[in-house]
């Protein structure tokens, strides 16, 4: 791009202003881009004011001692329920009412379908303007009743004098009740008259109507927090929480618009996720019905794990429902598309009875260990001298052995510094094999031992803990039932943390609240807590590093105002941290608004960021053809890359970027699990322009660099 290109043309910015600020106040249109008759405006600011006239009515009621505080939320409520039945059922009558729209002809196809013709303040097409209305008669009803519980209790949250009593200053109570008003007619407007253009979009279509109950849902959060507190005494923490809340409050029409707050599908697909991940230890999952059918599943496993007597049923229970879980048993038996490719089963191939006798040896060798062990070892706190330390160590070394085996396989160590032992000269072709060749025999004693020996080695440290000994608790349940997941979900994982707490547990004092306060499994379970967070914050620091600094290095990328944005993000680096921690945090996307190193923080979304089937192609074209030709060989390929630990270590949400002539290919990786891994290959399009053939041109650069340096200097001697 060059720098005196716009980021947005004349035509771009008005359109960013006419639906930005319809985004902000949820829904109103009060900039139009044609002239409209000035009742249209009127009749929105009557309609956007509304729930505050009602809720101004309880509030004056209240303060003049006529009415009580539920009272008073009770007759605004009602008052707002009646008043949405009338707007729904307003524009039900004009929507059957036959009445012929005349449109305004223009060349503008988009401003074609912005433009209507007015006859009147109340006219049918006045009324279908202003409320479009709901699809469904039950969302009709519903949303009225949300409406109304929104008011009602939104008059309560904002009552001046709880406000008072919150913070002890009128002119803070005076802001907060104008500004907390505003955010509440916001969500009442995009609730009941017209749904704003949501800047977090997860759904491509909005079937059910679910857009309009992401505001409202968030309001009915910060009422319930002050609920909980109105009836919870002697608790400080709440107190406090609902003084953020309260003032965190008048922000929400903000963070609505900038996207940070996800809508309601993909805030209960990502908390699953997480819950799934970190709490149950799953993975995520490809499919969103394999979502919801795993944590139903995977939850179902620990609560009933709470409910066995007896201490040898409780372990054999999880080491047997962590394993069966781990693996794809969904698709046992059934023939595996090209629409999202498990490895490393292949393509075109079925599980044989050889997989499902190996599969069910190794269960029957778990459960034997896991109880022999448990049944007969001595459950003495760990210590450098007993069993479990013995194993500790063990799971040392072998995660040093396994480490060193994945960087051998890897074209560079560390992702720095340059793997001798990877062939240096990609172009011949023999040469190239032979010394792969040689590495994969490495990657096949490395496969040996992280699926048949780190899970066992970690299953012997797990069923020789002392938790396990006496009565289960919620906590041992929930830690141990995701301990023993985790050894098969994701051993190289599991390794690293048992390892961590092992060391830990050795080299720390017993006294300390690490190891006197918590068990090994909550342990584990806040290790890997840390882990996916500290991975998650150096990739974004390097990712808003790398933003920032190709902003200025590339040319293309450099703009008149890139100096001064280099310059304004070094002076507040500490915000910017802030916003990459708390992206972190959140595990959500670390946006760069307009490409420009200005950093915005993503929604939360799950792994799977789409919300069609894995590998359901956008666009059906020519180029469709060549990749879905392409894809079985590839899958094979990548089956072999896996196995023996050459694309480093496998984590859901990791994208690769394959090229091979022409095409180009994104790789992501939905979900890991016990001997196979989901993948969702795309292909972009082909190098039919010159934009996509200098893009082309940059990647082959930059391949180059990495798998032909030695080809480029012998090269470049030859011509000197």
Not at 38 to 65: C, K
Not at 233 to 249: C, D, G, S, T, W
Not at 397 to 425: A, C, H, T
Not at 488 to 502: G, K, R
Request: aromatic share 12%.
């Amino acid at each position: 791009m060059s720098p005196d290109v716009p980021l947005l043309n004349d035509y771009k910015q008005d359109f960013f202003l006419k639906r930005f600020p319809q985004t902000v106040l949820g829904g109103p249109r009060f900039k139009l881009g044609y002239c409209a008759p000035p009742y249209i405006y009127v009749n929105q600011i009557i309609l956007f004011l509304m729930p505050w006239v009602w809720g101004g009515v309880g509030t004056l009621l209240y303060q003049l001692g006529i009415l009580k505080d539920y009272y008073t939320a009770a007759l605004s409520g009602g008052l707002m329920l009646f008043t949405a039945f009338v707007i729904q059922f307003t524009s039900l009558y004009a929507k059957n009412k036959s009445t012929t729209v005349e449109r305004i002809l223009t060349t503008d196809i988009l401003a074609e379908e912005d433009e209507h013709e007015f006859t009147s303040c109340t006219g049918a097409e006045t009324v279908k303007f202003l409320i479009p209305g709901k699809k469904y008669v039950a969302n009709t009803v519903f949303h009225s009743i949300l409406a109304g519980l929104a008011c009602g209790l939104g008059t309560w949250y904002l009552l001046p004098n709880r406000i008072t009593l919150l913070y002890g200053s009128t002119g803070g109570t005076a802001l907060l009740f104008f500004f907390g008003w505003m955010t509440l007619c916001i969500a009442e407007y995009s609730l009941i008259v017209n749904t704003a253009t949501e800047t977090a979009t997860f759904q491509t279509q909005d079937t059910y109507e679910i857009i309009p109950l992401m505001r409202p849902l968030y309001i009915f959060f910060f009422v319930s927090v002050d609920l909980a507190h109105r009836f919870v005494v002697n608790m400080p923490a709440l107190e406090h929480m609902n003084q953020i809340l309260h003032i965190l409050f008048v922000f929400l029409p903000f963070l609505w618009a900038l996207g940070t707050l996800p809508p309601p599908d993909a805030l209960l697909l990502w908390a699953m996720e997480q819950v799934l991940e970190f709490g149950l230890g799953g993975s995520s999952m490809s499919t969103h019905l394999r979502l919801l059918v795993m944590f139903i599943m995977s939850a179902g496993t620990a609560i009933a794990s709470y409910f066995i007597p007896s201490t040898v049923g409780v372990v054999l229970f999880m080491t047997g429902f962590g394993f069966l879980l781990s693996l794809n048993l969904s698709d046992m038996g059934h023939k595996i598309g090209t629409k999202s490719k498990d490895l490393p089963s292949g393509p075109e191939k079925h599980f044989s009875w050889k997989e499902c006798l190996f599969y069910i040896i190794i269960l029957v060798l778990a459960l034997l260990e896991t109880s022999l062990l448990h049944h007969f070892a001595g459950f003495s706190q760990i210590s450098k001298s007993n069993s479990q330390a013995i194993v500790g160590y063990g799971l040392m070394i072998l995660l040093i052995i396994l480490w060193i085996l994945r960087e051998i396989q890897s074209v560079y160590i560390i992702g720095i510094f340059r793997n001798p032992f990877y062939p240096k000269d990609v172009q011949t072709v023999t040469v190239f094999f032979e010394k792969q060749t040689r590495l994969m025999k490495i990657g096949i004693v490395r496969r040996i031992l992280l699926t048949l020996v780190s899970p066992f080695a970690m299953i012997a440290f797990l069923s020789l803990d002392s938790s396990l000994q006496g009565l289960h608790s919620v906590s041992v349940c929930i830690g141990f039932t995701r301990a023993f997941r985790m050894v098969w979900q994701n051993t190289e994982n599991a390794l690293l943390e048992t390892v961590i707490v092992s060391t830990v547990h050795l080299i720390s004092s017993t006294d300390i609240w690490w190891n006197r306060s918590l068990d090994t499994g909550l342990r584990l379970l806040l290790v890997g807590i840390i882990r996916d967070r500290l991975i998650q914050f150096i990739s974004k620091l390097q990712f808003a590093v790398t933003v920032l600094l190709t902003s200025w290095t590339e040319k293309k990328q450099r703009r008149k105002t890139t100096a001064t944005l280099c310059i304004l993000n070094i002076v507040f680096s500490p915000f910017v941290l802030v916003i990459i921690v708390f992206s972190t945090l959140l595990s959500s996307p670390l946006l760069p608004l307009f490409t420009l190193p200005v950093f915005l923080v993503g929604f939360p979304r799950p792994i799977q960021s789409w919300p069609g089937a894995a590998g359901t192609t956008a666009c059906v074209c020519a180029d469709t053809v060549y990749y879905y030709q392409m894809v079985p060989r590839l899958t094979a390929v990548l089956q072999t890359a896996m196995a023996a630990g050459s694309l480093g270590l496998l984590l859901p949400g990791s994208h690769y970027l394959g090229r091979f002539q022409d095409r180009l290919m994104w790789i992501m990786i939905l979900e890991c699990g016990y001997t196979y891994c989901s993948i969702n290959i795309k292909g972009l399009e082909l190098q039919e322009t010159s934009c996509h053939t200098a893009e082309a041109r940059r990647v082959d650069e930059v391949f180059e660099d990495a798998f032909e340096q030695e080809y480029t200097r012998v090269y470049s001697e030859t011509n000197d």
